[in-house]
């Protein structure tokens, strides 16, 4: 059994100290097997936001699996956004832009897709997708697979101004051979979706998207995570708001894995 804590859009500079202590408190308690954060970790990529966002990490009670977003990618400082866009992110978060975690069961892939010359919309590479091919190939058979970007490989459904992934739907398509889970935030919306590719051999994939997990830029909805358990063929996912003065539930939603796929269950 595992329980894998994916929060997103931390946005050290705009955080909200008593959604994090809540959060902190939350997590302690939880002690999960992983922790992921997909994105914004600070608002304006500013050295000290890094620093806070660095504390924060390293008092996690689990190993984390970051990737940037484009909120860690300087906006006004436009030498520093050309010449070095992820150069603090590097230096202060991790150096690794793929990284990579595995323990038997969970097998997590992150790639980055936040562009210095994109904004609001991101990008994967050719490389990267085939990246995502060659080390998902590799997984071991049985494990629990996921993906992390920041932006979402497939836009929210009705969505009037969607975000566009540059090579999201080739991405996607990839995961549909490999992949259980894509866990991305960005929009600040926690949802999830059952999301299901072209191509020879694909199956669904469970496009999980995290809320805000701590900062005041919510939109129309409270801060929150995704918490993850899976247990051989079952699977969870819970999306944990917080309310007042602590994280609850908002809703849980099983699945099980009928014929090597995800599918919802009733129970
Ligand atoms: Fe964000
Ligand atoms: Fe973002």
Redesign the pocket.
């Known amino acids: 059994m595992r329980t894998i804590a994916h929060l997103s859009?931390l946005?050290f500079g705009r955080e909200d100290e008593r959604v994090q202590a809540a959060l902190v408190a939350e997590l302690d308690r939880l002690r999960p097997s992983l922790v992921v954060v997909s994105g914004?970790l600070t608002q304006r990529a500013r050295r000290r936001q890094f620093e806070a966002c660095a504390r924060f990490l390293r008092a996690l009670p689990a190993p984390a699996l970051v990737v940037p977003?484009n909120?860690d990618i300087p906006l006004f400082d436009v030498l520093r956004r050309f010449l070095s866009p992820l150069g603090r992110y590097r230096r202060y978060i991790a150096d690794d832009l793929a990284p990579l975690f595995e323990d038997g069961e969970l097998f997590v892939v992150g790639l980055n897709s936040a562009r210095p010359e994109l904004w609001k919309d991101g990008a994967l590479s050719p490389e990267q997708v085939e990246l995502l091919r060659r080390r998902f190939a590799a997984a071991p058979e049985g494990s629990l697979r996921l993906l992390v970007t920041h932006h979402p490989l497939k836009a929210r459904p009705g969505d009037p101004e969607p975000a566009i992934t540059r090579l999201g739907p080739e991405a996607l398509e990839v995961a549909g051979r490999h992949v259980d889970l894509a866990l991305a935030?960005?929009l600040?919306m926690g949802y999830l979706a059952d999301v299901r590719p072209t191509g020879e051999g694909a199956r669904a994939v469970v496009l999980v998207q995290a809320g805000?997990a701590m900062s005041n830029?919510r939109r129309h909805e409270p801060n929150s995570y995704n918490r993850i358990t899976v247990d051989g063929d079952r699977l969870e996912i819970a999306i944990r708001a917080f309310r007042e003065d602590a994280f609850a539930t908002r809703e849980t939603l099983p699945f099980e894995r009928r014929d090597g796929a995800w599918a919802r269950s009733e129970s």
């Open positions: 859009d946005h914004d977003g909120h935030g960005h600040h805000t830029r």
